[in-house]
């Protein structure tokens, strides 16, 4: 194996790790240091297959990555829970030793489902997909055991996060017009998602969105 | 010098270095926290001291209970001959693989936890039950991480798993880092340090391993300290031998053998200021977020050999 792969491989499990690092944590602001944490991972990772496959374009998407998802919408997120003033609590649904047990049997389900498509491809990065495909699934998991609006987001940017992995490692990544208009998406519902928490909580006095099933057409 | 002469030599060696490595590290953790640090041989002297004083024991005391503390340093003695500490070449290895050595350890504990209980205090069953559930949800993890480092290498026995993994060209394992962070957890939570439990504690409401030697005096206490003393020499130096097994003694290599004993004393230093240095950094967590801490370690461990058939590294 190369080095890169090698590196590649390391900073793929690196990504795992903080996928269930965020299934496992009860501080709103943990999660949003992990996010950073995962979206620096990833874009280490661009950079390592953008370098050793010479793919000029994943140069400017592991910048586009750094600026977006380890600076600015870590920076906006923690702006919306100072203002929310929501900083320690998340609510499961199910206890955490249980939540990771799932995810344990989500990982290999993934493991098991990429292996066969990894065995034909050829590119550099063929063994991490079943990682980029485990961290999506442990994102939906999080946003499904999460009571809060806020975790949820989070869980919904460590999907875009998998996504991005994916493409990156399935075809060294989308074309440059396809990953600037996704970014610009998360980055725009990221703001809107902003403005959603604050109608929730001005409407309900919590950001629980279970009060949201309540919401009848009159 | 035959086989069977150095693995005695070993075990040996293992059972009288191993309170200079509490010594270390309590000296360690005395320099973190600004105390005066006592004496690196302060565990010598404690040995000695409980030796020369008269034991107490319970009039309902049974036989077990006054065999248990043997039968504790016995079980760690046997795995100072088990490990490959200083070399590879161990006749007794054959015989007990990775699996027998997690066996041993377990048999030492249910022999603690029904000592324990054998004089009906409170405090004796509430501390066996307390280190049951810990032993109980440390195994896996354990287990699990030695068959990532056994799948790595093709084999369970200690040995061969320190031959490959010393002689493979350097290669980033992802699965390893995994399994060597499984360990570190498991480690803190089997020889009973802070973020599980605290070796220093004179509160018996917060005891877990304490808490079932409370009713132990003099000589018997001591045998149960220097295994408690032995427990984490063998921890540390498996440790070593799964993820770090660079310098240790090839087989039939007597010379090596200077090296491999520097090698060693430089990772125990290593390691023990480390293991202070974790100490002094966390907190103990409560006794119920325990169970949460350890599925942690398993469920690292398990990554770890999940990753290794993916990207098989």
Same mark, same amino acid.
């Given at each position: ?77 923690? =702006? ?38 990894? !065995? ?80 929730? =909580? ?7 969105? !279970? ?8 | ?78 795995? $100072? ?139 018997? +206490? ?16 498996? $440790? ?31 390691? $023990? ?20 801490? +350890? ?7 398990? +990554? $770890? ?9």
């Amino acid at each position: 194996m190369s080095l890169a792969s090698q590196l590649v491989n390391l900073l793929a499990a690196l990504l795992l790790l903080i996928a269930f690092a965020m299934l496992s944590q009860r501080r709103i602001l943990t999660l949003i240091h992990l996010l950073a944490w995962q979206g620096a991972a990833l874009s280490a990772s661009t950079f390592v297959v953008a370098y050793s496959t010479g793919q000029g374009h994943l140069y400017y998407s592991a910048v586009l990555t750094v600026v977006l998802k380890v600076v600015l919408i870590p920076w906006v997120l923690h =702006r919306l829970i100072d203002n929310l003033n929501v900083r320690w609590d998340v609510e499961t649904l199910i206890n955490i030793p249980t939540t990771m047990l799932i995810g344990i049997g989500l990982a290999i389900f993934a493991f098991a489902l990429a292996t066969p498509i990894s !065995q034909m491809a050829s590119t550099l990065t063929r063994s991490t997909l079943g990682i980029a495909l485990a961290s999506v699934l442990l994102a939906f998991l999080m946003m499904i055991v999460r009571r809060k609006a806020v975790p949820q987001v989070i869980g919904f940017l460590a999907m875009e996060n998998g996504l991005f992995f994916a493409a990156t490692s399935a075809t060294y990544g989308m074309p440059l017009v396809v990953e600037l208009g996704v970014a610009l998406d998360v980055l725009v519902g990221t703001f809107i998602f902003g403005i959603f928490f604050f109608h929730i =909580r001005e409407q309900f006095d919590s950001l629980d969105i !279970q009060h949201m099933e309540k919401l009848k057409d009159r | 010098m035959d086989h069977h002469g150095f693995a005695l030599l070993q075990s040996v060696f293992v059972v009288l270095a191993a309170p200079l490595l509490m010594g270390w590290v309590n000296q360690c953790r005395a320099w973190l926290q600004n105390r005066a640090a006592p004496s690196i041989r302060l565990p010598y002297y404690t040995l000695a001291k409980l030796f020369h004083k008269d034991a107490v024991i319970a009039r309902d005391a049974s036989p077990l209970f006054r065999a248990t503390p043997y039968i504790l340093f016995g079980c760690m003695w046997l795995a $100072g001959g088990i490990i490959p500490v200083l070399a590879t070449d161990l006749p007794f290895a054959p015989a007990a693989d990775v699996i027998a050595l997690v066996g041993v350890f377990a048999l030492a504990r249910v022999f603690a936890a029904l000592a324990a209980m054998d004089i009906g205090t409170s405090f004796g069953g509430l501390g066996a039950r307390r280190e049951m559930l810990i032993g109980f949800l440390a195994e896996p993890a354990m287990l699990m991480t030695m068959f990532t480092a056994a799948f790595i290498s093709g084999s369970t026995q200690l040995t061969t798993i320190v031959e490959t993994l010393a002689h493979r060209e350097f290669a980033i394992h992802p699965s390893l880092a995994f399994a060597g962070l499984a360990f570190l957890m498991v480690l803190l939570a089997e020889n009973a340090r802070i973020p599980i439990d605290n070796p220093t504690t004179h509160l018996e409401l917060t005891m877990i391993h304490e808490a079932t030697i409370l009713e132990y005096s003099a000589r018997h +206490l001591a045998l149960l300290e220097w295994a408690t003393a032995i427990k984490l020499f063998a921890y540390m130096t498996i $440790g070593f031998a799964l993820f770090v097994p660079w310098g240790i003694a090839e087989a039939g290599d007597w010379a090596a053998l200077p090296l491999a004993f520097v090698a060693l004393a430089f990772k125990l230093a290593v390691g $023990g200021a480390g293991l202070a240095l974790l100490e002094t950094l966390l907190a103990k967590v409560r006794l119920l977020m325990a169970p949460e801490f +350890l599925s942690a370690a398993f469920l690292l461990a398990v +990554l $770890g050999m999940l990753i290794h058939f993916l990207v098989r590294g």
